[in-house]
Nanobody, 124 residues
């Protein structure tokens, strides 16, 4: 069982930056691919980015390439999402998710564990 807790959301102006964190419980964090998804009001949840359990592979949605960076610190059981050059369309609830032995796939059905989400609001 893995419990995930996101933090770092908030209100930021367009062009600004935020760093989200997702802290995982347990001693097997290094076995999990970690991902970030987001859900904007009135829209379906969508893939943002993922990092494989080895850390060697990352995957990004086209809409965030070049602006967002995912990273992980296995010593701290934490995955991060650095978001730069934020746009109003990035406004959403951001969720982290875990997939054991995963390879950073984009399909949310592959992810067994989910956090509760953190709100990111980008004002224009």
């Amino acid at each position: 069982q893995v419990q995930l807790v996101e933090s770092g959301g908030g209100l930021v102006q367009a062009g600004g930056s935020l760093r989200l964190s997702c802290a995982a419980s347990g001693r097997t964090f290094s076995r999990y691919a970690m991902a970030w998804f987001r859900q904007a009001p009135g829209k379906e949840r969508e893939f943002v980015t993922a990092i494989s359990w080895t850390g060697s592979r990352t995957n990004y949605a086209d809409s965030v390439k070049g602006r967002f960076t995912i990273s992980r610190d296995n010593a701290k059981n934490t995955v991060y999402l650095q978001m730069n050059s934020l746009k109003p369309e990035d406004t959403a609830v951001y969720y982290c998710a875990a997939d054991i032995w995963g390879t950073a796939v984009i399909g949310e059905v592959e992810y067994e564990y989910w956090g509760q989400g953190t709100q990111v609001t980008v004002s224009s």
